[in-house]
Nanobody, 121 residues
Framework: QVQLVESGGGLVQPGGSLRLSCAAS????????MGWYRQAPGKQRELVAA???????NYAESVKGRFTISRDNAKNTVYLQMNSLKPEDTAVYYC???????????????WGQGTQVTVSS
């Protein structure tokens, strides 16, 4: 089993910054893509940003220029630097990863438990 543990959420004023982290642990052979999704109350979960093992990135239009995703492959960790935060960024942010398990060589897709980000004055 592969576990993802997020950290770094919280309350921030509009225009402020937060940095989310997500560490993967367990029996891991390799991780392909890692990403961040978010879900606001009453809305569907949406992709915020994703990054491949080679460093290719993809962002939602609403966060381009404000958010930056990065990863440390040696630590199996992905980060999301969020700048110029807006009230509409308020949501629960979930980490996601897919890859190959080390014990069985089966594919896996794992989700974190979510971390709350609230942007409010």
């Amino acid at each position: 089993q592969v576990q993802l543990v997020e950290s770094g959420g919280g309350l921030v004023q509009p225009g402020g910054s937060l940095r989310l982290s997500c560490a993967a642990s367990g029996s891991i052979f390799s991780i392909n893509a890692m990403g961040w999704y978010r879900q606001a109350p009453g809305k569907q979960r949406e992709l915020v940003a994703a990054i491949t093992s080679g460093g290719s990135t993809n962002y939602a239009e609403s966060v381009k220029g404000r958010f930056t995703i990065s990863r440390d492959n040696a630590k199996n960790t992905v980060y999301l630097q969020m700048n110029s935060l807006k009230p509409e960024d308020t949501a629960v942010y979930y980490c996601n990863a897919d890859g190959v398990r080390g014990d069985s060589m089966d594919l896996f897709v794992s989700w974190g438990q979510g971390t709350q980000v609230t942007v409010s004055s």
